[in-house]
């Protein structure tokens, strides 16, 4: 193929903008998307040459190599992964494949700071090589393809990209970096090389640099042709937790999740017996941008005895635990698993029961002693987790422990046991009010009595409020009621003398009542008198059985 000029995707052309004119700060996270990059391919290849060894070629020892060239001001990442052919270069290196380019400009739109770190988080990674160089040449041949078969793209980061075909014996990619004016401080070992212990230091394929060696004479550290190991090259999770520091820990997880805050807390356990499998699983701090789509892929990578399978693999976590980031390597699965399989994989079921017990654990241990940190949690996951309530029988009860309201007591944080320590002597059921907002909850005519009688009602105001009332009845023995739903039956609360006079008064009311269903008789069930309000004259009620005039409007809204 002779050398072609193409234009990047209008996307590309933005995200290039952005990169290149408002990203400052944490500028150097440009290698670790390089140097991410470049594992990936490697791991690419080793899960392709499962079932076609020749893949590897003669060249059957992954790494990666970091250089650098002081008089022509270029660093080059080189792996010998995968590669790519033309098409791909064109297609990975020009367009972006994943949603979400919109709401990235909008998080740096936002973002005072310009952290590059958020690049990442939006599989845009390449492209932060442009934040240090004003031309990227890309070399490259995949694997199983002729040398002929090499290609080279090169682009400045404007508006378009050349490529053209080369000849390439060796496989894989190198990334070659043109500096801008002004970025020499990349242009030293030292440096280099600390940034990539700090950022790649889990990456389980060594990352090479030339050796240093002292010159005498020069007086200087001088690079000799000798490569060394930069990195631990162990995977993280595989170590034992008495030699992890927590900084370890935490620096992991911003590489596998992107996030530049640190993790509210994580969990990392062998787990072995009948399925064996090592998990280590971090609730983030912040819920990420499509937290609210169900079918974005999940948090939970799957490796198979240290070779990496997958990144999305949904069948290691219930779809309510989403936002949960991790690594599971597993000791039994096949090395070729597939999707499908996973789904219906017995150790896969032992592996995501085992897991989520682990994380409701962790959010026990956090709600339990550190309630500050339980309450930002329930802030930006709460309205995830009961999803739970619904969708996971088998650990109900726990998560509805988990679950944190405002009541007519206080604002936030209450628990269901909680409000049942307070509740009042005779008091059976725990009370409850769907509305929209807290402020329309708080007004409603139906908490009047409860108001005068001191009995805390929970406010529930969260869409999904509704739909996981529908999946759980009682908490601790007691019936969950709601006090906008049939007669509120107040039982033991209600004296004999306050009985009494409902009685008589129902009494005395039966010919009104009597005109009132009749005139009313195409649009209510029934018209009774009531006790519940103190001050207002009247209000409606659904039937027990019947969905609460919220949810009714809700399904409207809902256009059903
Ligand atoms: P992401 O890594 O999240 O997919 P990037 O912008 O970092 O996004 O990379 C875009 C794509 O370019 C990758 O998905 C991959 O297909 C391709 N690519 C980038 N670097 C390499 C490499 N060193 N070897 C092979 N393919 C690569
Ligand atoms: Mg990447």
């Known amino acids: 193929m002779d050398k072609q000029t193409l234009s990047f995707q209008a996307e590309v052309k933005q995200i290039l903008h952005l990169v290149t004119h408002s990203l400052y700060s944490n500028k150097e996270i440009f290698l670790r998307e390089l140097v991410s990059n470049a594992s990936d391919a490697c791991d690419k290849l080793r899960f392709e040459a499962l079932d076609k060894a020749e893949l590897y070629e003669d060249d059957p020892d992954l790494e990666i190599r970091v250089s650098f060239d002081a008089e022509k001001k270029t660093i080059t990442i080189h792996d010998n992964g995968i590669g790519m052919s ?19 400009m909008a998080a740096l739109e936002g973002e005072q700071k310009k952290d590059a770190n958020l690049i990442g988080q939006f599989g845009v990674g390449f492209y932060s090589g442009f934040i240090v160089a004003d031309r990227i040449t890309v070399e490259t041949r995949r694997a199983g393809l002729p040398a002929e078969q090499g290609v080279r793209w090169s682009s400045e980061g404007t508006g378009e990209f050349e490529v053209e075909t080369i000849h390439r014996p060796e496989r894989g990619t190198d990334v070659i970096l043109h500096l801008r004016d002004g970025e020499d401080e990349f242009l030293a070992a030292w440096k280099l ?12 394929l060594p990352v090479l640099m030339p050796k240093q060696r002292w010159d005498d004479e020069k007086k200087e550290q001088v690079t000799t042709d000798e490569w060394e190991a930069v990195n631990k090259a162990a995977a993280l999770w595989a170590r034992s937790k008495s030699d992890v520091t927590d900084a370890e820990y935490q620096e992991f997880y911003k590489q596998i999740s992107y996030d530049s805050e640190a993790p509210l807390a994580y969990t990392h356990n062998r787990v072995e017996g009948r399925t064996e499998y090592t998990q280590l699983l971090y609730v983030p701090a912040k819920a990420p941008f499509d937290l609210w789509n169900r079918d974005k892929r999940g948090g939970v990578k799957l490796y198979v005895k240290r070779v990496f399978i997958m990144d999305d693999a949904e069948a290691l976590m219930p779809v309510y635990l989403r936002f949960v980031k991790g690594v599971i390597d597993s000791a039994d699965l096949p090395l070729n698993v597939s999707r499908e399989l996973l789904q219906e994989s017995r150790d896969v079921k032992a592996i995501r029961e085992g897991s989520t017990k682990r994380v409701l654990a962790m959010l026990e241990d956090v709600a339990e002693n550190q309630k500050d940190k339980y309450a930002e949690f329930w802030e930006q996951f709460g309205a995830v987790l009961k999803e739970g309530i619904g969708e996971d029988h088998v650990n109900q009860e726990r998560l509805a422990k988990l679950l944190r309201f405002a009541s007519t007591q206080a604002d936030s944080g209450v628990g269901f046991a909680d409000y049942v320590a307070r509740m009042k002597e005779g008091q059976e059921a725990i009370y409850y009010i769907t509305a929209e907002t807290l402020a329309a909850a708080k007004s409603s005519p139906q908490l009047e009595i409860f108001r005068k009688k001191g009995i805390e009602v929970l406010l529930l105001t969260d869409r999904v409020d509704e739909w996981m009332l529908s999946h759980l009845y009682e908490f601790d023995g007691k019936p969950l009621q709601s006090v906008a739903k049939g007669g509120v039956d107040l039982g033991k609360l209600q004296d004999e003398e306050e009985k009494k006079a409902a009685e008589a008064t129902a009494e005395a009311l039966k010919p009104v009542l009597e005109r009132l269903k009749e005139a009313l008789k195409e649009r209510a069930k029934d018209v009774r008198t009531t006790t519940r309000l103190v001050d207002s004259p009247a209000c409606i009620v659904a039937d027990d059985g019947d969905m609460s005039a919220h949810l009714a409007r809700l399904l409207k809204q809902a256009g059903q």
């Open 193 to 204: 090389r600390s940034i990539i212990s700090k950022y790649s230091d889990h990456i389980s």
């Open 86 to 104: 033309a098409d791909e270069a064109v297609q990975h290196l020009g367009t972006i494949a994943k949603s979400g380019t919109r709401e990235f």
